[in-house]
């Protein structure tokens, strides 16, 4: 019985691993658009910071 518990402990990390493999290769694509819209706006306000500040 003693065995069948050793043998046990890498098959149950074995399936751990295939779990988390599958979790962090899922596919996160839907978070992009609003991500990509508030770089865009992040990147008008520090233009706009900047084009000010040329004059000194």
Not at 26 to 43: P, Q
Request: hydrophobic share 55%; proline share 2%.
């Amino acid at each position: 019985m003693g065995a069948l518990l050793w043998l046990l402990i890498p098959v149950v990390a074995a399936v751990m691993a295939v779990l988390y493999a599958g979790w962090a290769t899922r596919n996160r694509k839907s978070g992009d658009v609003a991500e990509l819209a508030g770089y865009a706006r992040f990147r008008e306000a520090m233009e706009r910071t900047h084009s000010g500040s040329d004059a000194a």
